[in-house]
């Protein structure tokens, strides 16, 4: 199983470009997220999925758009990248369960927009 | 409004020794509480976990406190190694649809742990 997986691991963006970031997952499980992480902010929610064409607003939506047409995949978009979303973003996924919470996370995407 | 805090921002600690990480909330819905352990440009790893119904739980050199009354948790890890440096991150989740959970976790803003050989 290669579990969570993201692509790319690495872009540099100049402002105004956009671009989709891929999150796979192996572990068919319904929940899909997005995080982005930044210094002494901690891991913010962008996005989650509940399940396959479904997706909802996390904490920190603004300027990013997402999908969800396959259970396996969720997609992060940047329409229009500016300075302010450079970060390192983390796809995770998790079963549904109550007594079992524990989120699995993919390995980042480093993102710099100049 | 920092639901889940973790007020030491780094915490160094001999090898051998207990590491002792803690963890505060405010928010009294969260009933299940999460660590998890992050490398350098790696993805957090869950590390333990701990429902309100427990006030501890053990998994070998990890241990996960829970004091609800006064809202805080804290991970020790004895004895701590050098492959234990890494920042960890306190996590907690409310109850949602009784059916299929709740979906969202609230981290904290992680305490970077450094062990001394």
């Known amino acids: 199983n290669a579990g969570v997986t993201q692509t790319p691991k690495f872009r540099v963006l100049k402002t105004g470009q956009s671009m989709t970031l891929l999150c796979a997952q192996d572990m068919n499980h319904e929940y899909m997220y997005w995080y982005r992480q930044d210094p002494g902010m901690g891991l913010r929610l962008i996005h989650y999925?509940?399940?396959?064409?479904?997706?909802a607003k996390g904490e920190v939506p603004d300027g990013y758009n997402v999908s969800r047409l396959k259970k396996q995949n969720f997609l992060l978009g940047l329409e229009s990248a500016a300075p302010s979303q450079t970060s390192v973003y983390f796809c995770?996924?998790?079963?549904?369960?109550?007594?079992?919470?524990?989120?699995?996370f993919g390995p980042g995407t480093r993102l710099t927009v100049t | 409004d920092q639901q889940v805090k973790q007020n030491s921002p780094s915490l160094s600690v001999q090898e051998g020794r207990i590491s002792i990480l803690n963890c505060d909330y405010t928010n009294s819905m969260f009933d299940y509480f999460l660590w998890y352990k992050k490398y350098p440009a790696e993805g957090p790893t869950f590390l333990i976990s701990?429902?309100?119904?427990?006030d501890k739980n053990e998994d070998g050199r990890f241990t996960v406190f829970l004091n609800k009354s006064a809202k805080h948790l804290s991970l020790h890890i004895v004895p701590s190694q050098p492959g234990d440096s890494a920042v960890y991150f306190c996590a907690a989740s409310a109850p949602g649809n009784p059916n299929f959970g709740n979906e969202k976790l609230t981290f904290g803003t992680g305490t970077r742990l450094t062990i001394i050989p």
């Open positions: 999925s509940v399940g396959e064409g479904t997706t």
């Open positions: 701990i429902s309100s119904i427990k």
């Open positions: 995770a996924s998790s079963y549904v369960l109550a007594a079992l919470r524990e989120q699995y």
